[in-house]
């Protein structure tokens, strides 16, 4: 079999791995990079309006567990990960999501606070290139970051975002990896708002964000192989990991050889290698967690000028996301959504009354200007039953599929989405709000929380993302969350990304040139 020698074997070419591999790079060592997925440039994703390109590596790779309800899990498998077809927004946590066993006495605290993470969320904000970051901490940030990235000033808040934002206090600009001015390349955001497939390429993405890691010579980045499973030496606390056994394009096995190892392959992959690899434990593929967007729908007796604004959403409402009430039920975020409610169903509802022509069109136009679409993020109580586990059944490579369940909600989350809907239609009474409609959003794209951080026996991975059991192991990402935040996780994936970077390059330089001013300019 062949064997590829290298200092650093990264699993997965997401957001996560990339981060992780550039400190490393800068200090001189080599990464080996697997990615299961092909190459598909944004040109070729324009052209059939698909994500990842069809190749067998690319198929999605979990099945329901039996007696489970069914979930529509939503990944991308190719060089790039799921940042080309993801929305971009980055809010940070706030310092009590990291902290929730210690401030409400609900969930567990992480083994890191904000204060620690905030250089690196710095960094990751330059990284992604984050319109609206939080103002007044880039002194903070202290180390590097791929070249052309920086963070960029916010988006204007739009007419529907100033409407609002009076009652619904804290609000400010939403912080996103939508430029709005132009950067590497690619132009300000235009407006239309169909960002999963940024027409002009704006959007962050992998491949246009950090085409700087992509590139860089000591990257090794092989397409279109799988990782099967890792192959540990030794035993008790000796024991180590001394190969990746993958499969190649065309089914040839090789084996990966690295001083240090990387899982950065999501909350499915993450756990699913480890329990291929027999490196299971009670704790492996528990607690995993998606957050499920929930759509309001707020009829308002006044015009609030929707279809407007500089890109997809501008503002952020975090009047629901902190306070005592969060030991009971969830904190929420709410995103106004520039584009407006569906415009269709009030159209139907015309024609389907029996009018039609300008009448239907001036009726329709004038509810779609009163209604107030908030796209509301919340958060659950971690759940064990929430679950990755291996399948009788396997891919095309023969390798068992990820068996995942997923059972519903708790009342926590439950009672707190009725708050909150309940709340902003109170807020907004001034604005003449007649009535709020529930209804579920789009779900299934953020996989967090299986392989998770902490010292206990639910624990996977140590402070630093470390496996627990295995020396040179590192189990990265969102697998690694204690618990979710009511907000976006990916900001919080790269910050951690580029702190496990710095540490690999530490560990395998001592003298890192990860800290020099060269490499801060990211030579
Ligand atoms: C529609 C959608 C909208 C989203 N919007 C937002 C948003 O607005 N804000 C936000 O914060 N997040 C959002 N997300 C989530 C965001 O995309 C992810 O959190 C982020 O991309 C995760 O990055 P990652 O590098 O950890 O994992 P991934 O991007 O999943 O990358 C993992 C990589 O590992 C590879 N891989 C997996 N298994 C193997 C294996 N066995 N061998 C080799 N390679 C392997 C995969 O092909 C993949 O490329 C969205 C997601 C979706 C789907
Ligand atoms: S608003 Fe337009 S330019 Fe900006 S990310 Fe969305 S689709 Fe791209």
């Known amino acids: 079999m062949k064997t590829v020698e290298t200092d650093i074997a990264i699993v997965g070419s997401g957001v996560c791995g990339l981060l992780s591999a550039w400190p490393a790079l800068l200090a001189g060592q080599r990464v080996t990079m697997l990615e299961r997925g092909a190459l598909k440039t944004h040109a070729e994703q324009l052209a059939d309006g698909q994500w990842a390109a069809d190749v067998p590596g690319a198929e999605p790779n979990n099945e329901t567990a039996p007696g489970t309800p069914p979930y529509p899990w939503s990944y991308i498998y190719g060089v790039g990960g799921s940042s080309l077809h993801w929305d971009g927004a980055t809010p940070r946590f706030t310092a009590a999501d990291f902290s929730m066993r210690s401030a409400y006495g609900v969930m567990v605290d992480w083994p890191l606070t904000l ?12 990284a992604l290139g984050v319109s609206g970051a939080p103002e007044g901490t880039a002194a903070t940030a202290n180390g590097a970051v791929p070249p052309g990235a920086r963070i960029l000033p916010p988006h204007p808040l739009s007419q529907m975002d100033r409407a609002i934002a009076p009652h619904l206090r804290p609000f400010g600009p939403l912080p996103q990896a939508r430029p709005s001015q132009p950067l590497q390349g690619r132009p300000a955001c235009c407006g239309s708002a169909t960002c999963e497939l940024c027409p002009v390429d704006a959007r962050f993405s ?34 180590q990991i001394e190969a990746i056994e993958a499969i190649g394009q065309s089914g040839e096995r090789m084996l990966v050889r690295a001083q240090r190892y990387v899982l950065a392959a999501s909350g499915f992959e993450n756990p699913g290698i480890l329990l291929r690899s027999g490196l299971g434990g009670s704790a492996v593929g528990r607690y995993l967690f998606d957050h499920a967007h929930t759509t309001l729908i707020v009829d308002l007796r ?6 407007h604004g500089d890109t997809l959403s501008t503002g952020l409402s975090e009047a629901l996301r902190e306070g005592g009430f969060r030991a009971k039920r969830s904190g929420a975020i709410l995103i106004p959504f520039n584009p407006g409610a569906p415009l269709a169903p009030l159209v139907t509802e015309g024609v389907l009354a029996g009018d039609g022509g300008d009448r239907t ?7 779609w200007g009163r209604r107030l679409p908030l796209d509301m993020l919340t958060e659950d109580v971690p759940q064990a039953g929430r679950r990755v586990t291996l399948a009788s059944k396997r891919d ?14 708790t009342s926590y989350e439950l009672d707190g ?19 709020v409609e529930v209804s579920p959003g789009p779900r299934g794209g953020h996989l967090l929380g299986t392989c998770r951080m902490g010292t206990g026996d639910d624990a996977v991975v140590d402070p630093e993302m470390r496996h627990l059991g295995i020396e040179n192991l590192f189990v990265a990402g969102g697998s ?24 690999l390059a530490r560990e395998l330089s001592p003298s890192s040139a990860a800290a020099s001013p060269a490499a ?4």
């Not at 620690?116 to 330059?126: G, I, M, S």
């Not at 590139?215 to 035993?235: F, I, N, S, W």
């Open 115 to 126: 204060a620690e993470l905030e250089p690196y969320y710095v960094r990751a904000e330059q």
């Open 206 to 239: 992998a491949l246009n964000g950090l085409r700087g890691v992509l590139d860089h010579p000591r990257l090794d980045l092989r397409r279109q192989t799988v990782a099967a499973r890792l192959r540990t030496t030794g035993a008790g606390a000796g024991r």
């Open 302 to 307: 006044r015009e609030l000028s929707p279809g």
């Open 361 to 367: 069109r001036a009726d329709a136009l004038s509810t």
């Open 396 to 409: 095309s490579f023969g390798l068992p599929l990820n068996l995942v369940a997923y059972p519903h909600s």
């Open 417 to 435: 989405i009725d708050d909150a809907a309940e709340q902003v239609g109170r807020r907004l009474a001034p604005l003449g709000a007649r009535g």
């Open 480 to 503: 690694a969350f204690p618990t979710y935040s009511a907000a976006h996780p990916t900001l919080t994936i790269a910050a951690l990304a580029l702190r496990l970077g710095d540490l």
């Open 520 to 523: 801060r300019a990211g030579l």
